[in-house]
């Protein structure tokens, strides 16, 4: 500690005085000592360890009062009404003059720990007689400073005097210090940092960092104003002028020359002996942002412990708090953005280094109004750009030990070769940390993504054996992707990461991660602006590549309101999702014009349907229906449906199969067990495909219904990659050497890969291809896959939209349908949507934002904030060798348009009983011809297998 005092000399005995104080008072120390006369003491003599730095005027008072606090003196209660200095002979006493409340003062005796405290001069000693005043001792004094802590001047040059040492950590330690001036009636206060340089070579390299990039951002507003920097002797021997080196501002857009090389020469040399110290001046700009928002509690085993501030109370409950943190975010970016604009990656951006300037104390009540802030960015001893990446990192470069673990981003905390940063996206460091320092000041917490106690006790089961940095890992992962969100496995990623560290993914959506943020909130009230947390999802996103940028960050919604777009009257958080909402329109409007139901009738379609029971001939479909339930004629087998003459819509449907797809397994006749059929129907393009994929190694075969929207390249992507995908994934895992559970599990998260590849395959599959052709691409496609091992009567099935699966047994059995319709009025897939930011719409259908009609889907990747790639699985066993027919039904919504599960079960179960064409292809064929004729307006497309 480094305290200042007085040295009080008369010609042949002096009386050093040390001043100091604590959290109880304050107290002044006389301790006496022999000197030179006092006409030969000056600035350099050496008294008892203690150096004179200059005279001052008479022994006064200490300045300071303390806080007036309650002691217990002999069972009476006291208060602290001052601080004296008392010399009894040889003897220092230290005495506090205290007044018993409702009594006249009193002069009594206790111990006071010593810490700083100032001192007045005589001029400044109250005139009012007192007490205390006689214990006063008159004299000439000088100021010294105590060789503590390595420190030995007061004065650490020429131009500052330290005052006191207000923060310390591993890289070095902070002093609030003044300088004198001479248009200021008052002197400045300044920052001053010394680094550890003893520490080695690389606490230098730190310190010329500071001063290199102080320099450059010298003119910006959002950055702590650099002053200089300068090496001091640290050696006690007498007061030596330290070395300055002050930096000239430089030029905005060009790094200052290298620094002194003597400078770093002599700075390396000394940090092995110590004989020298680094120093750096900055302006005082305020204190920290952490200082802000969390006060400390000291714990019984003496542990520091913080809790959330009167001050972050505030930020979250009062009606100006929203404004104060978007504010203090605002400047960060301002910043943040002058860093990135001149090619510079700070790497340690936390709340201890955003320094915020307010009028009103930290410690703000009620009463007071929140003050809009200045913020400003501080200590760069960790920054990096091309001139300190070549100058001031050494051979070494930087490493992760510059940053502080709790806001690095996820490229460097689960980097293989801890990399300090992505080579690609350096920048996007940065807006990482941001997006964490957003998401603490909501959450009142620095430890912002930390696993609760029972998730951490359950993910210990499965990672026995495993060691502590596995186990730190999986803890985060877990919190990222559980809970937040933020962690979305690519789908190559989802079985090492099984079994590396445990993780499971069941999906994620942007209204998890708004539900996790309310959830861990003390004031469970989140973040109520969909824009702010629209800004933070961006801020935080897993890939480096797609976190917005800053510049970016401050055109956002949230400090410039919604992008409102003139078609619709939709509100967006950026100028580019604006930008392709309208592309999306025109599209739209060019699809309506260009892709619109065709009027006319394009198939020759019966014209007489006649009772299958009584035989009565109708002009239409529909009046023969009509009339098969009304009289109740659809009671025996083989009558539930009208009879007609399908002939000439068969050949059509024949053709356009051939056509439309590119399975050859059941066109050559070879699998009778097996009828596919697609008709484009009243739609002038066709959009829906199927394809069927056999594993001969794996033994399984797999059928696949895939139906387009808003043209055919997400389609046709999907149906040339679906079956080999499939194979591939299946044979890496080596699904067929597991059983039970595993297999299960196994074939689980294989099959959510395969999706997940596929959205994430065609997405990057259109940014190859040439600008000009996908620039308006807006393509998306459901899709509906069933796998069946036959050899062992089981399958799988999977999907997402709304084409559909069946399992059709007897009539006396009820229909099991494979797959999940995902629409966006469903309650779960609704609630996704909107807490994701999204609404659903009724525009004919329900749809997704007013677009589109289903709430999952691959490709559509103007709307993956509110649709999901993530499919619904299912499994069945039906008992091979068991009697009874059992039949599979794969069809796209042209289908299920216009019949229901028990509709296609029962027309099903009636062709087989018919038997009048004698092959499953011609039950297929027959299918579409029935969904056309009751009206179906879309593509219809169907594969039935019989098992």
């Not at 079985?495 to 209204?511: K, P, S, T």
Request: with cysteine; glycine share 6%.
């Amino acid at each position: 500690m480094c305290v200042t005092g007085v040295l009080a000399a008369r010609e042949t005995k002096g009386t050093s005085l040390s001043c100091a104080s604590n959290a109880e008072g304050n107290a002044c120390l006389a301790m006496q000592t022999t000197t030179k006369a006092i006409d030969e003491l000056g600035p350099g003599a050496r008294v008892q360890g203690y150096e004179l730095v200059e005279r001052t005027a008479q022994l006064g008072v200490c300045n300071h009062r303390p806080p007036q606090k309650q002691i217990a003196t002999d069972d009476t209660r006291w208060r602290f009404d001052g601080v004296l200095v008392a010399v009894d002979g040889d003897e220092a006493k230290r005495v506090v003059a205290v007044r018993k409340e409702g009594e006249d003062s009193a002069v009594v005796e206790v111990e006071v720990d010593p810490l700083v405290c100032a001192l007045t001069t005589s001029e400044e000693r109250p005139s009012s007689s007192t007490p205390s005043e006689a214990l006063i001792k008159d004299g000439p004094s000088l100021e010294y400073q105590c060789l503590l802590d390595d420190i030995d001047l007061i004065y650490v040059n020429s131009n500052y005097r330290l005052k006191k040492k207000f923060a310390a950590g591993s890289h070095g330690e902070v002093w609030r210090a003044t300088r004198p001036s001479l248009s200021r009636s008052t002197p400045e206060t300044f920052i001053l940092k010394r680094l550890f340089v003893e520490k080695g070579e690389m606490m230098v390299e730190m310190g010329l960092r500071e001063a290199h990039f102080g320099a450059i951002l010298a003119k910006e507003a959002h950055v702590t104003g650099f002053v200089e920097y300068f090496f001091r002797d640290s050696a006690p021997s007498g007061i030596e002028e330290a070395k300055t080196a002050p930096l000239a501002p430089a030029s905005p857009k060009r790094a200052p020359p290298p620094l002194p090389a003597a400078d770093a020469s002599s700075a390396s040399t000394t940090s092995s002996s110590g004989g020298q110290e680094l120093w750096l001046v900055f302006h005082d700009e305020g204190i920290s942002l952490r200082q802000y928002l969390y006060a400390s509690l000291e714990s019984a085993q003496s542990a520091v412990l913080l809790e959330p501030s009167p001050f972050w109370e505030r930020l979250r409950l009062d009606t100006r708090g929203e404004d104060v943190l978007r504010e203090i975010l605002r400047q960060l970016l301002e910043g943040v953005a002058a860093l990135h604009d001149r090619g510079i990656t700070h790497r340690d951006i936390k709340p201890s280094n955003i320094l915020v300037h307010t009028e009103v104390p930290k410690n703000i009540n009620d009463s007071v109004e929140l003050p809009l802030p200045v913020v400003k960015l501080a200590d760069f001893g960790s920054a990096v750009d091309a001139y300190t990446l070549r100058h001031l990192y050494g051979e070494q470069g930087p490493t992760q030990a510059e940053e502080t673990r709790e806001y690095q981003p996820p490229e460097v905390l689960f980097s293989e070769y801890g990399v300090p940063y992505d080579s690609a996206w350096p920048l996007a460091y940065d807006l990482w940390s941001v997006g964490v320092v957003f998401l603490e000041m909501v959450l009142g917490s620095p430890q912002v993504f930390m696993i609760t106690p029972r998730a951490r006790a359950k993910l210990d089961v499965h990672l026995r054996g495993k060691d502590e940095a596995t186990k730190r890992k999986s803890y985060l992962l877990h919190v990222l992707t559980h809970e937040f969100c933020i962690y979305q496995p690519s789908s190559h990623e989802l079985h090492a990461l099984w079994n590396q560290y445990a993780l499971v993914n069941d999906g994620c959506h942007f209204g998890k991660f708004n539900t996790t943020i309310v959830e861990r909130d003390p004031k469970h009230k989140g973040l109520s602006n969909r824009w702010g947390l629209d800004l933070m999802w961006k801020l935080l996103q897993w890939n480096p590549s797609q976190r917005i940028s800053a510049r970016e960050a401050l055109q956002h919604a949230f400090f410039q309101g919604p992008y409102m777009s003139t078609e619709d009257g939709r509100r967006f958080a950026t100028k580019h999702e604006l930008d392709l909402h309208e592309a999306y329109l025109s599209a739209q409007y060019q699809q309506h014009q260009d892709r619109a139901f065709v009027v006319r009738e394009k198939y020759e379609t019966p014209d007489t349907f006649q009772c299958p029971h009584c035989h009565r001939n109708f002009s239409t479909i529909s009046s023969c229906e009509h009339h098969v339930a009304a009289r109740k004629h659809n009671q025996a087998a083989g009558t539930h449906f009208c009879k007609y003459n399908q002939d000439r819509l068969q050949r059509s449907i024949q053709l356009e199969t051939k056509r439309f797809s590119n399975s050859s397994l059941w066109l050559d006749g070879s699998d009778k067990r097996v009828g596919v059929a697609l008709l484009q129907g009243k739609k002038k393009y066709m959009e829906d495909m199927v394809t069927i994929h056999y594993d001969g190694d794996a033994n399984f075969t797999m059928y696949a219904v895939i139906d387009g929207h808003l043209g055919t390249r997400a389609a046709s992507y999907v149906q040339d990659h679906v079956g080999t995908l499939i194979s591939e994934r299946f044979q890496s895992a080596n699904v067929s050497a597991t059983s039970g559970a595993t297999r299960e599990f196994l074939e689980h998260v294989l099959l959510r890969q395969v999706f997940l590849e596929l959205h994430e395959g065609y997405i990057a599959d259109q940014r190859r291809v040439d600008e000009s052709i996908v620039t308006h691409d807006f393509s998306g496609c459901t899709l509906s896959v069933v796998i069946i091992f036959h050899n062992e009567g089981r399958l799988l099935s999977a999907n997402v939209g709304d084409s559909r699966a069946i399992f059709v047994e007897s009539s006396d059995d009820p229909v099991q349908q494979l797959t999940t319709d995902h629409w966006p009025n469903a309650p779960e897939e609704k609630s996704r949507i909107e807490s994701s930011g999204g609404f659903v719409s009724f525009q004919g259908l329900w749809r997704v934002v007013g677009q589109l009609a289903v709430s999952r889907s691959i490709g559509d990747q103007h709307l993956r904030k509110y649709v999901s790639a993530e499919p619904s699985i299912f499994r069945l066993n039906f008992e091979p060798g068991t009697t009874g027919p059992k039949t599979l039904v794969v069809a796209s919504d042209g289908i299920w348009e216009t019949m229901s599960n028990e509709d296609v079960s029962t027309f099903v179960l009636d062709k087989r009983h018919q038997d009048e064409r004698g092959t499953v292809q011609s039950v297929a064929e027959d299918l579409i011809g029935e969904a056309y004729l009751r009206g179906s307006l879309d593509n219809l497309a169907a594969i039935i297998v019989n098992l």
